[in-house]
């Protein structure tokens, strides 16, 4: 049997009644604590912008939450490793049964920590070249406009104006920015860039070189400056920019990133302008200078000038020599003036006689006396080929005769020689021919379409003949004894379809096919 369970009277309380319990003990047991502790876990801003992390020692370790609007105010941000000290308030988290730290504002833990960070972050910066000397840019001589970026209501800008004023006037550009607290370092960047986003010529006039300036303080005062955003801002300044922060042993990373550093925000305003008494002085200096020199090279001038006029000849001298030498050349010239003319007296008249006897009635009575000599040749040579002509005819005609008179023997030979041939010729066809052989008693029979038939069994019965004699045709039919008389007696029923001779008798010779139109053939 189970045991019972013991009396108590603890009234019995829900999960959530219990972490809403201890929630509140903590919580007003720990109202506000200041934990000194190394930062772990951190791996910045979560997507919804809240941070969350660890705060550990050699023993323990407490989760901690900071909300996206308090972080964004920190002036100092956690780092992985960087020992802080976190002030906020201790709650719990019921959804794990845990309890943690919400962090409100955290500061290193001691001058060393600071020290460490700064180092770490001089290397960091410097190692992407945003202090290299290559990036400096040359501060102008008398800048038109000088933007101040300081604190509005400290004794700075009354120092830096007070300066300005004394040594040279320039119109002044103040553009104020808190140089210490948690949204400083913002302000400052946002002033850099606020003046290099200012256009040229527009209504606010763009500064010609910007002084960012702040009074003497601790590390822990300075620390603005030593902030990321600021030192971009001032590396990224397409204005020259002088960083004037602290005093002259206080250094911060803007000094580096800056194009110039002054000890001072004093020493920022003497970098800036000149003392304008000191170039009045020089400038009058100089201009007395010059003025000296001018006057002491025209008078070396003027007496080169003197010296060199005492060396130079007299212009009658000069003069003398050529004015001789044109009176002669004037007598030279008047004589061969009169031979020059003469001589072209002569080439003229020369020339006009070589005219004349170009002339156009000159050259046309040379050329009509060639026409009349061509002309004369010309008859001559047309008698003499006409006389030539008549000899070459003469003879042609006396050869054409000779060859006449040769032509009609030679002819009436050729004639007798061609007839008596053809009448040979006459005689050996007529003694080659079939109807010879017709005329010694045989016969030609030719079938219906008139072609000769050499054999009997060719005919058939019944078929329609053509029998050729010595003095005509006549038709003729075949009967039925050709073909049995075919074997038996071959060659007597070709003397019986000739009607000629006997079956005994014996041809001389085989008849061949007579040549078809009527043409003379041959039976041998």
């Known amino acids: 049997m189970p045991e019972p369970a013991p009396a108590t009277n603890a009234p019995e309380i829900t999960v959530t009644e219990l ?16 934990v000194r502790g190394e930062v772990s876990g951190w791996r910045g801003p979560h997507s919804s912008g809240h941070c969350y992390f660890s705060l550990k020692d050699s023993a323990a370790k407490i989760d901690a939450v900071i909300w996206k609007g308090v972080y964004g105010r920190m002036r100092v941000k956690p780092e992985e490793g960087l020992e802080v000290i976190a002030t906020g308030k201790v709650t719990t988290f019921p959804g794990k049964s845990a309890y943690q730290i919400i962090v409100e504002a955290i500061e290193p833990a001691g001058a060393g920590a600071l020290m460490a960070l700064l180092e770490e972050r001089r290397r960091k910066l410097a190692a992407e070249g945003l202090f290299d000397a290559a990036r400096k840019q040359i501060i102008p001589y008398l800048p038109d406009v000088i933007g101040v970026i300081t604190s509005p209501t400290g004794a700075v800008i009354r120092d830096i104006l007070h300066r300005i004023a004394d040594r040279f006037p320039r119109p002044v550009l103040v553009w104020p920015a808190r140089v210490q607290g948690e949204t400083s370092a913002a302000e400052i960047a946002a002033a850099i860039n606020g003046f290099n986003a200012l256009p040229e010529g527009g209504g606010i006039p763009r500064p010609s070189v910007i002084i960012v300036a702040r009074g003497g303080g601790s590390l822990e005062d300075l620390w603005s400056f030593n902030e990321e955003i600021v030192v971009r801002a001032a590396a990224g300044s397409m204005i020259p920019l002088i960083s004037a922060v602290g005093h ?29 008494a000191d170039l009045v002085t020089q400038t009058a200096d100089l201009g007395r200078r010059q003025a000296g020199a001018m006057g002491r090279w025209l008078e070396r001038q003027r007496v080169d000038l003197r010296a060199s006029a005492r060396a130079l000849p007299s212009g009658e001298s000069i003069i003398a020599i050529p004015r001789q030498r044109l009176d002669q050349a004037g007598e030279r010239l008047s004589g061969r003036l009169g031979a020059g003319l003469r001589d072209r007296q002569i080439r003229l008249g020369a020339a006009a006689q070589k005219l004349a006897r170009h002339s156009p009635q000159a050259e046309f009575a040379r050329n009509q006396e060639k026409l009349r000599n061509l002309g004369m040749r010309l008859s001559a040579g047309l008698q003499g080929r006409a006389r030539l002509a008549a000899q070459e005819a003469g003879a042609r005609r006396e050869r054409l005769t000779a060859l006449r008179r040769r032509l009609l023997p030679a002819l009436a030979a050729a004639n007798r020689r061609r007839a008596e041939r053809v009448a040979s010729l006459e005689k050996l066809m007529a003694s080659f021919s079939y109807k010879n052989v017709l005329a010694r008693g045989f016969a030609l029979a030719r079938d219906a379409q008139g072609k000769p038939l050499r054999l009997a069994a060719g005919v058939e019965a019944g078929a329609r003949l053509h029998l050729e004699f010595a003095d005509g045709i006549i038709g003729a039919t075949a009967d039925g004894a050709a073909g049995g008389a075919k074997s038996a007696q071959p060659k007597s029923a070709e003397a019986k379809s000739t009607g000629a001779k006997s079956p005994g008798t014996k041809p001389r010779g085989a008849a061949r096919e007579p040549i078809e139109g009527g043409k003379q053939g041959t039976l041998f």
């Open 19 to 34: 972490s809403g319990a201890l929630k509140r003990t903590i919580e007003d047991g720990f109202g506000l604590v200041r």
């Open 248 to 276: 002259e042993t206080d250094w911060t990373l803007i000094d580096h990133a800056a194009d110039l550093r002054a000890p001072t925000p004093t020493g920022a305003a003497e970098m800036c302008v000149p003392v304008r």
